[in-house]
């Protein structure tokens, strides 16, 4: 969010200087909500076993991208969408409390073992510490890991389960891109030591999937949940520290399966986030 707005200040800028000329936002706002999926395409999906993980810790729902969500529905609207698009998938949720509401859902309650409790940012490191520990540990067919304020846009989603058998790991881009950029405008981040220099790729945390025979991404989610158990900080720098440990590392999806601030408009859109205030008025959700 902070790297948009530098760039829209900077943008505003080179306006009011002559530097660039005013270019009108002809972003596409309108989501494509149907597309024909070919019948044996849906007939393999309707064939799998599917999971869906949710972490959700602490009883009031924080929201740190700034929108307004459901705070009695607690999954919405991720949820409603996968009822929608996989509706025999199983939906695993990892809390610390009791919920009021199951339905359909398979509750596992758990106790954090990350280290450092008294850490501002415990929360978060926990939440992506059970994300990466469940994908480790998957067993369905297509296992995806994903936060609960994902609106599905289209039956494009349905490409997120053939990517991951193809290639049996796949994680978001981070709309930063470079990690250098990522570590200096984001909290609870570390120096990077490592030969890199900080010049590799950022991933976003949702949506991130695993397909079941894939030993290598198995290792690779399992020293991310190692990584941050120990030595915990931001989710992102701790898949950069494993996939440069392990040499393993994730099929990056385009931004369109994960329609961050500053993504808005990018056409064929598959996942908003609309937790992102910037998001969730764009498309008027």
């Avoid at 948009?4 to 660039?20: D, M, S």
């Avoid at 009021?100 to 596992?108: A, E, M, R, V």
């Avoid at 520290?241 to 961050?260: D, E, R």
Wanted: aromatic share 12%; hydrophobic share 35%.
């Amino acid at each position: 969010m902070i790297g948009t707005l530098l760039y829209r200040l900077q943008t505003g800028w080179q306006i009011l200087t002559g530097r660039i000329k005013y270019i009108p936002d002809n972003r596409n706002k309108n989501l494509i909500r149907h597309k024909e999926v070919e019948p044996k395409l849906l007939k393999q999906i309707s064939e799998l076993n599917i999971e869906f993980i949710f972490t959700e810790f602490g009883k009031d729902r924080v929201n740190g991208g700034g929108a307004d969500l459901d705070s009695k529905n607690r999954l919405e609207p991720s949820l409603s969408g996968i009822k929608k698009y996989f509706p025999k998938a199983k939906i695993t949720v990892y809390t610390d409390f009791d919920w009021d509401n199951t339905d359909g859902l398979n509750i596992k309650k758990v106790k954090s073992p990350v280290t450092g409790p008294d850490h501002p940012r415990y929360g978060y490191r926990t939440v992506d510490y059970f994300k990466f520990l469940a994908l480790s540990e998957a067993t369905a067919d297509f296992t995806c890991a994903l936060d609960s304020d994902m609106f599905f846009a289209n039956e494009n989603i349905y490409s997120l389960v053939f990517l991951t058998k193809k290639f049996g790991v796949c994680a978001a881009q981070n709309v930063r891109q470079n990690f250098n950029l990522d570590m200096r405008i984001s909290k609870d981040t570390q120096p990077i030591s490592d030969e890199s220099l900080g010049n590799g790729y950022s991933y976003n945390q949702s949506p991130m999937t695993i397909w079941k025979d894939s030993n290598r991404g198995k290792m690779f989610y399992k020293n991310c949940a190692e990584i941050m158990q120990n030595d915990p900080s931001r989710a992102s720098l701790v898949m950069w520290k494993s996939a440069w440990k392990t040499g393993i590392f994730p099929y990056v999806l385009p931004k369109q399966f994960c329609v961050c601030d500053g993504d808005e408009g990018c056409g064929d859109e598959i996942l908003l986030h609309i937790g992102h205030k910037a998001v969730k008025n764009y498309y008027k959700l």
